[in-house]
């Protein structure tokens, strides 16, 4: 009698065991594997979210690297890697040294500065005679243009008027009959991206002016 009844009790523990993949466990395995799969599709919203992140700080960095590197070429045009270094070292020379004392850079000496623009030479000027190539340091198959303008228009190249005590004044394109233009070398090309400019702000007698150096 015990027997039987220690032998149905194993039974019911084995049906007990059986009952463990029942409808209702099975339900909540279902459950669970909801869960699961939410939180996999919540994983996978994250990556996408983190991809969006990246892709924006890269184009912000190359929107920002393309604006900047432009302006690094500054104060020179589009041009020539060699022509850029040119137009550089020239500009520096006249402005520095060659048109004015090395004491006072950017401050140009009237004597010189005339007499350079008329293509002349005199003692005690850092210059040659010849071409404005020539007398700038570049060689023969450079074409160069250098020129004295205004500081706040740079069409209006600077006249000098030997007259009276003498000045510099903005000038038409041929200046006032006895004055002298401050520009030497030929024609600048109009087409866009033939020349490369270098550019320093200088004074010459009191007057505040940009000397160009263009080169092609």
Same mark, same amino acid.
């Given at each position: ?58 184009? !912000? ?22 022509? !850029? ?121 009191? @007057?505040?002016? @940009? ?6």
């Amino acid at each position: 009698m015990f027997e039987s009844t220690s032998q149905e009790s194993g039974s019911a523990d084995g049906a007990g065991g059986a009952r463990r993949t029942t409808p209702d466990d099975a339900a909540r395995h279902a459950g669970s594997g909801v869960a699961e799969t939410h939180g996999h599709h919540g994983r996978r919203g994250q990556t996408t979210l983190d991809f969006a992140v990246g892709v924006s700080l890269f184009l !912000i960095v190359f929107i920002s690297v393309f604006i900047f590197v432009p302006g690094t070429l500054q104060p020179f045009a589009e041009g020539g890697q060699e022509e !850029i270094v040119s137009a550089n070292r020239v500009a520096d020379s006249l402005s520095e040294s060659v048109l004015g004392d090395p004491a006072t850079p950017h401050v140009l000496n009237t004597t010189c500065t005339v007499t350079f623009f008329k293509g002349n030479t005199t003692k005690g000027c850092a210059f040659g005679g010849g071409d404005v190539s020539e007398r700038i340091g570049v060689n023969d198959r450079q074409f160069a243009n250098v020129r004295i303008v205004n500081s706040s228009n740079s069409k209006d190249v600077l006249c000098w008027n030997p007259g009276g005590a003498g000045k510099f004044e903005e000038g038409d394109p041929d200046c006032d009959p006895g004055e002298i233009r401050m520009e030497a070398g030929g024609n600048p090309p109009q087409a866009s991206g033939t020349a490369v400019q270098a550019r320093r702000i200088v004074q010459i007698r009191e @007057t505040n002016a @940009t000397l160009i150096v263009e080169l092609w």
